[in-house]
């Protein structure tokens, strides 16, 4: 984590982007429900975008960065 304030009651998001969840597993869709499952422990008003780290958006970025490069598949 990072851009947070650490005061005695726990730790208080200061910015965007303050967190990020990691799921580990031989196959990205287990990765994904182990990021997600474990994404719901934080607590409070904060934002979370379960988009990221799907197949369909990391599919989207490499066809974006194809596109980019002319790259034709």
């Known amino acids: 984590y990072s851009s947070v304030d650490k005061r ?4 208080y998001m200061t910015a965007s982007r303050a967190i990020g969840v990691v799921g580990i597993a031989d196959e990205l869709p287990e990765a994904e ?6 994404a719901t422990a934080v607590k409070g008003a904060v934002d979370h975008r379960s988009d ?3 197949e369909v958006l990391i599919e989207k970025r490499i066809r974006h960065m194809r596109d980019l490069r002319g790259v034709m598949v």
């Open 8 to 11: 005695d009651e726990g730790l």
């Open 33 to 38: 429900e182990i990021a997600e499952k474990a």
């Open 52 to 54: 990221i780290g799907t």
